[in-house]
């Protein structure tokens, strides 16, 4: 590699200057990371620290968080740090991008040196500060090596530089130890001798002396990936699987004991990672439609952690086109600090449409900021998505939906036609549109930020619903009948026509006949912001009636993904333990997530195939009892906290959420949560059933008596108490603040309502 040490942009120049630096030193065992930091700190003008775990606690090993903490506190202080670990494996690295919110350069060096090489020196060494030498050192060398992921600047690095041979590290140290305090260096990445790697050359091109690697000046002599300008897509250096197939064997080369093994097993990694269901989505709102920055993120951050814990190993990735993303780089830093987890969550910097192929990220969902009309054009990423998509996009998007209104997401599956399904891997497209804050594009909300950040949540939710349905719908399926975007294109091609039965009937026809999805708070929201058509109506709940999908357990109902919440609590409570309030054999307790009155909780049947009260029928009456004691157990130990609280206790003729649930409900109705007419009438009018007349009319006829839903909107909102009418839930919520009027005396008989024992 030549020496770039002169591509230093000296202060004064132009530019950013004088931005800490975080050199994440990469490589295996014995590959000079440690010398490397010293022979840099020693010689730099530069305030330099490293950061080593194997001594972090006051010279004796520590943990990654103490490394982060160290760190964090060394840039602020305007020093750059070194991270010398082996951080071979991109999950390794994760946490330390994170530092790269503190407005500082993220640096890989990559001691890509001959495993032989690595071996033979961790072998030899007697003072290693992590005891790592003599036989045991042959061994971890090899075993980490197996894991090895090259850095991609997709990753959040400005700069890598790949060191191959003892040569190519001592250009590097020249480099660094030549960086004055305020000098900067040429983003892109260097050394990399992959003939097929991309180079991130736009900085460059503004620097007095560019010194670009040899494969980039032949690129750019034959007119192919010529300089593109700051701005524009950053592309990703390396094909992932194919480069460190490549490297590898080359190491194998030399350590050919362990050759095979790492070709096959890197394979297999890749395959593994395409497996997991994995969203890309664009940030909605924030280019063309202008919405803040701030509040964006903000809302991002609050929907993936509401999503999160019903996503299983399924992944959300938000991406932009390029590294210097205001929003990426707001959301990537609050993500932090809100602790989400990476492997869940994260950035990525690459075309939407192109992730797999030049950024070795396989997304089998991706989302469109999709404009009313749903058609191609506009520019941004709806036009990208639609002509990387093709005509397949456009005539699977009519059978979905016409239009689609602010807030609401429509999934749409993609065939095998389409390049974006065939080269991609993606099997389907999300569309959501979100709110207008842009004058100069229709329903402009004309700065109204209140009605903007419910609208925005309500696209999210939509989005993430759309995409944990499609999951669920890909679960189902046999294993194996899920195509893969593999190493064997033809492989691919075979299974591909048979692609749009991927998603038929069953689950595609749900995904169809449900395939708006929006979230049940939303319904206010709906029409205030604009007229466009929502022609395609959404149940209460989440259930369609189409009776060939098993994704109920029970009437040959259909539940929508984020119905289901409760139905995952339910047979999973160990994973929720943390919030839910009591667990036993047959039940779970909870509280309300949008609780309607002071005090809201459920309780919830554990057993499987019980969806809603259609389903309970004389055998159930013991554990319709149980739920009963159980509720009016959590009832009194409320009123003795509170002996002003009324209770009832019942359930929803048709529920919204999968999985039969009693409520147990203060009757103040004193709630944030409580918006609409639906929210106050299931609970006040003949369609919430109480637990007391259930189990008698199971006990008598064997079912209980159900109110329709449709008849829920159609009633008055009368004050439950005095039952006065009122126009507006705002007009009955001042009332019902005041009304001291006796209950009905339907309520005051069997039971119905639970009070705390009068002094008397
Ligand atoms: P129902 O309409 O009878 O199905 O009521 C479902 C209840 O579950 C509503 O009161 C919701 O506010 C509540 N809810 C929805 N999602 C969750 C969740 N993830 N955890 C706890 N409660 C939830």
């Not at 007229?531 to 994704?551: H, L, Q």
Request: with cysteine.
């Amino acid at each position: 590699m030549d020496t770039d040490v002169d591509d230093t942009c000296k202060a004064g120049g132009e530019g950013e200057k004088g931005k800490p630096i975080v050199v994440l030193l990469m490589g295996a065992p014995g590959s000079g990371k440690s010398t490397f930091c010293d022979q840099v700190i020693r010689s730099s003008a530069r305030p330099w620290v490293r950061i080593c775990q194997d001594t972090i606690n006051n010279g004796k090993s520590g943990t990654k968080v103490q490394c982060l903490k160290n760190a964090a506190r060394a840039l602020k202080e305007g020093k750059s740090v070194f991270i010398d670990r082996c951080n071979l494996e991109r999950e390794q690295r994760v946490d330390f991008m994170r530092l790269g919110a503190l407005q500082v350069e993220m640096h890989a060096v990559v001691l890509d040196l001959p495993a032989k090489l690595c071996v033979s020196r961790s072998v030899k060494r007697t003072d290693h500060e992590g005891n790592l030498q003599g036989g045991k050192a042959a061994a971890v060398v090899n075993s980490m090596l197996r894991k090895k992921e090259l850095p991609k600047l997709s990753e959040g690095f400005s700069r890598i530089v790949f060191c191959q041979n003892e040569s190519d590290v001592q250009a590097a140290l020249d480099t660094y130890i030549g960086l004055g305090a305020l000098d900067t260096l040429p983003h892109g990445c260097f050394g990399q001798k992959n003939p097929d790697a991309k180079v991130q050359l736009g900085i460059m091109k503004f620097l007095k002396k560019v010194d670009v690697p040899s494969n980039a000046r032949s690129n750019a002599s034959r007119g192919q990936d010529s300089a593109p300008p700051e701005s524009t897509e950053v592309k990703n250096p390396i094909c992932e699987g194919r480069e460190n197939i490549s490297s590898l064997s080359d190491t194998a080369g030399e350590e050919g004991k362990i050759s095979d093994d790492l070709v096959v097993d890197s394979v297999n990694q890749n395959s593994s990672l395409n497996d997991v269901p994995t969203l890309a989505f664009p940030s909605i709102s924030t280019s063309d439609f202008q919405f803040n920055h701030e509040k964006a993120s903000d809302i991002i951050i609050e929907k993936v952690e509401e999503f999160l814990y019903k996503l299983g190993n399924a992944r959300l990735v938000l991406v932009d086109l390029t590294h210097g993303s205001k929003i990426l780089s707001l959301v990537r830093a609050k993500a932090a600090q809100k602790n989400i987890n990476p492997k869940n969550f994260f950035t990525f910097v690459g075309d939407i449409t192109r992730l797999h192929s030049r950024g070795g990220l396989h997304c089998n969902v991706i989302a469109n900021a999709a404009n009313w009309r749903l058609k191609p054009g506009g520019g941004g990423v709806n036009a990208a998505i639609f002509s990387a998509a093709g005509p397949a996009l456009e005539v699977a998007t009519k059978e979905q939906a016409k239009s689609l209104s602010p807030g609401n997401a429509v999934v749409v599956p993609l065939s095998s036609a389409s390049p974006l399904h065939s080269s991609e891997g993606v099997t389907h497209v999300i569309h959501v549109l979100g709110p207008n804050m842009n004058p100069n594009r229709p329903n402009c909300l004309d700065g109204d930020y209140l009605k903007g950040c419910k609208i925005l949540r309500m696209a999210y939710t939509s989005l993430f619903e759309g995409f944990l349905s499609v999951v669920r719908s890909q679960e189902k399926l046999p294993k194996g009948s899920i195509e893969k975007i593999g190493s064997k294109p033809s492989v691919l091609l075979g299974h591909s026509k048979d692609a749009p039965k991927i998603f038929s009937l069953k689950s595609d026809q749900k995904i169809k006949r449900d395939g708006v999805y929006e979230h049940e708070r939303s319904k206010k929201c709906k029409g205030s912001q604009n007229e466009v058509g929502s022609d395609i109506n959404v149940s209460r709940a989440g259930k369609v009636n189409a009776n060939n999908d098993n994704t109920g357990g029970s009437n040959s109902k259909v539940w929508a993904s984020w119905a289901q919440a409760l139905y995952n609590i339910a047979m999973h409570p160990e994973k929720h333990k943390d919030d839910l309030l009591e667990i036993t054999d047959d039940f779970v307790v909870l509280n309300d997530l949008y609780p309607k009155a002071k005090k809201h909780i459920l309780v919830l049947a554990r057993c499987d195939g019980l969806d809603h009260l259609a389903d309970v029928s004389k055998e159930h009456l013991q554990l319709l009892k149980m739920m009963h004691a159980m509720g009016l157990k959590w009832a009194e130990k409320f009123l003795l906290e509170d002996a002003s609280l009324v209770f009832r206790l019942g359930y929803h003729s048709v529920p919204s959420m999968r999985q039969l649930h009693l409520h147990v409900i203060s009757q103040d109705f004193d709630s944030k949560h409580l918006k609409n007419k639906k929210h106050w009438n299931t609970f006040t009018t003949a369609f919430f059933r109480d637990s007391v007349d259930v189990i008698e009319e199971i006990s008598n006829h064997g079912k209980a008596t159900l109110m329709d839903e449709e008849s829920v909107l159609l009633m008055e909102l009368r004050c439950h108490r005095c039952r006065s009418a009122h126009p507006n839930i705002p007009r009955l919520k001042s009332h019902i603040t005041n009304c001291r009027a006796p209950f009905p005396a339907n309520l005051l008989q069997n039971g119905r309502l639970v009070l705390a024992p009068s002094d008397t």
